[in-house]
């Protein structure tokens, strides 16, 4: 049986990730698809546009077979946990054959080239990297510098290979490339050449959009939705606002049928919450910012003491979550890492819990398709992790109220690893909760009383 692993966000899913399943379930010949998707928070620092569940059915919708749970600690993890985490997960299957994954070169040869030099370090790599770091340059320059001076001699007609790195989405296939090395897996790695835009490009209506797009064409629109008066149905509660939908329908409609398949545009446009954005947690970081020292602060994963003491001595120009990310961007801190950082704060990630958890311990499916029973029958009988349908069975059977009494910060939790990682995939829905109910949807159940998407 063969079975193809995606690493993913969705956020939304459009026709370059259709493309994508389609062509290498072809390629590689598999009976079924897997998605390790990231659930309510995603690796730039912020919340996804639509909930994990929502985000779930379309991939279901439009030709994956089973959507697995990237827990939250990877999901808002640098690049390097990002894809060691979801390798390891498709991997603990015990079932997945290949991983694929987007390029934006053809060239995988020397993409695996790089890869290894980053993987293994030679000291003449090693030796290039810190004669660049003492020139001053920030770290992703120096080394894109070290590895142009590594491969000079061996490759003198490659005239760029820093090129390779200025890629989101090189970076991320070569640390897949790196996870796989690293846990000497015998999974095989299917490179697929991205299509259309390139993964910043925001212009709105082509066929093969990036998500960037898609997700700047909503906010564009939601923000003008937004000076419409609700009718009596929205002041009543009704998440709804019939309003907003229809100018969200008649602005977005046509580049969404452009950008994106039919049943997945279709779950957008139907979708009964708010599109959050990282703004809608500014007072959440603004709290943490005038209530936590520049110890407590520095103690976050991805941040550091001096980083700590600027975010302290800047709060006062504090003005929201993205202008405070402008306000302290520089050469050495750029804009997704510090929007990272804010993210951890709130989520209460520390550095060490990347020592405490190296990989997941658990699989947890968001949902399924009928015919791929036979592919978790497999994962039960072959997977190396406990396979999670219902997070209330983490907790020995009790009910879901009393669980949630069970979930205080995971640094107070004294339970097993799986329960405390899972803890902070809770506490990642519970806070995208908190943000819809401030945008004034409280509609959003939690993970307890979530059923599985089952198409």
């Not at 009790?398 to 995939?425: C, G, M, V, W």
């Not at 990642?428 to 307890?448: E, K, M, P, V």
Request: include cysteine; charge should be neutral.
């Amino acid at each position: 049986m063969n079975v193809l692993g995606i690493i993913a966000e969705y956020n939304p899913f459009h026709k370059g990730h259709a493309y994508q399943i389609e062509t290498l379930r072809k390629e590689t010949n598999a009976d079924y698809v897997i998605i390790a998707m990231s659930g309510n928070f995603v690796q730039r620092g912020a919340p996804a546009l639509m909930d994990k569940y929502s985000r779930t059915r379309m991939a279901l919708s439009c030709g994956a077979d089973l959507v697995l749970e990237l827990p939250a600690l990877y999901a808002c993890a640098s690049a390097e946990y990002f894809a060691s985490g979801g390798v390891a997960l498709l991997e603990s299957t015990g079932v997945v054959t290949h991983l694929g994954f987007g390029t934006e070169t053809e060239d995988f040869g020397f993409l695996q080239e790089i890869a290894d030099i980053l993987c293994q370090e030679p000291e003449a790599f090693r030796d290039a990297l810190q004669q660049e770091l003492k020139k001053g340059l920030s770290f992703p320059a120096a080394r894109a510098q070290a590895l142009k001076t590594c491969f000079m001699e061996q490759h003198p007609t490659y005239a760029k290979p820093e090129e390779i790195l200025a890629s989101p989405n090189n970076i991320l296939a070569l640390e897949y490339l790196k996870a796989l090395s690293r846990r000497c897996s015998g999974i095989i790695p299917c490179p697929l050449l991205r299509r259309g835009q390139s993964y910043h490009d925001t212009a709105p209506g082509q066929t093969f959009s990036s998500a960037s797009a898609i997700r700047a064409r909503i906010a564009e629109t939601n923000s003008l939705s937004e000076n419409i008066i609700p009718d009596a149905e929205s002041k009543a509660g009704c998440p709804h606002n019939p309003g907003r939908l229809e100018l969200l329908r008649r602005r977005i409609l046509p580049d969404l049928d452009t950008s994106m398949p039919k049943a997945a545009s279709d779950i957008l446009l139907a979708y009964p919450h708010p599109f959050l954005q990282e703004n809608d947690f500014s007072l959440l970081l603004h709290y943490k910012l005038l209530t936590e020292s520049s110890e407590q602060l520095s103690s976050y994963a991805d941040s550091s003491p001096d980083l700590a003491r600027r975010m302290k001595h800047e709060s006062g120009a504090f003005l929201s979550w993205s202008s405070f990310c402008s306000h302290l961007k520089s050469k050495n801190f750029t804009y997704t890492r510090l929007s990272r950082v804010f993210l951890h704060a709130i989520l209460n990630i520390y550095g060490e819990d990347y020592q405490t958890f190296p990989q997941p311990s658990y699989l947890r499916a968001l949902g399924f398709r009928k015919e791929a029973v036979p592919l978790l029958s497999a994962i039960k009988a072959k997977g190396s992790l406990p396979f999670i349908t219902s997070p209330a069975s983490l907790w020995d059977g009790k009910s879901s109220s009393t669980s949630l009494e069970y979930l205080p910060l995971p640094h107070r939790f004294t339970a097993s690893p799986t329960q405390r990682l899972f803890s902070l995939d809770l506490t990642a829905s519970d806070l995208y909760r908190i943000g819809l109910t401030a945008r004034g949807d409280n509609s959003l159940q939690n993970d307890f009383k979530q059923p599985l998407i089952l198409l």
